[in-house]
């Protein structure tokens, strides 16, 4: 999804309980983007700061505010909102949030959303989700993350062992690199010694 935002898997719904690393992966698509197609706009929002969006937007109206904010969300190319399911009591939030997601969607943007919740759980209770909402948002690939089993922890730290050796070594210089510039190394060190030692010797002949 990363490499093709809006061809596929769009919009990407992942939901898991807190603390299994959604946000940590959203980032990761950010910044993804962000080093591999720094021209396509990407933008990362909590689901509070979307609300505050919004809210201040609707509050300067008169000024223009709302169409500001509607053309600044329409310029984006990769919208990423984590913690979606705290719009669920935003009426006019996910108003605003449909009206964008389908603009987005018909013109070929990505969106990837976070939730602690399957898109059809977001409309339950008194949850301002409706149908037509949670429809949209699982009409993509929705995605569950789970807590990973023993087996899969003893992968993770493998692979992570792995990784941090890895890493160690390469910016561990070879031994043969130390050997072959030893030498020169020593070499500097003599000259800078020697004028200190002449200083010393001069100083001593004048007491």
Do not use: W
């Amino acid at each position: 999804m990363a490499e093709n935002p809006g061809k596929a898997y769009n919009p990407l719904f992942i939901y898991g309980k807190s603390g299994l690393g959604k946000t940590h992966l959203l980032r990761a698509i950010q910044n993804y983007i962000r080093e591999n197609d720094p021209e396509r706009l990407c933008a990362y929002r909590v689901a509070t700061d979307f609300i505050e969006d919004y809210t201040k937007a609707m509050k300067n109206a008169r000024s223009g505010a709302a169409e500001a904010l509607a053309d600044n969300y329409h310029a984006i190319d990769v919208l990423i909102i984590d913690d979606i399911q705290l719009m669920s009591t935003a009426a006019g939030t996910i108003g605003f949030f449909y009206d964008t997601f389908n603009y987005l969607i018909s013109h070929g943007k990505q969106i990837v959303l976070a939730a602690d919740r399957t898109p059809s759980e977001l409309g339950m209770g008194s949850s301002r989700f409706d149908e037509r909402v949670t429809s949209r948002l699982d009409s993509g690939m929705t995605v569950s993350i789970q807590v990973p089993d023993y087996e899969l922890k003893l992968q993770l730290i493998d692979a992570f062992y792995e990784r941090m050796r890895a890493d160690a070594e390469a910016e561990s210089p070879r031994p043969e690199l130390l050997s072959e510039k030893a030498p020169a190394a020593r070499g500097r060190l003599i000259r800078k010694r020697q004028p200190c030692r002449r200083s010393a010797l001069r100083g001593s002949g004048k007491q």
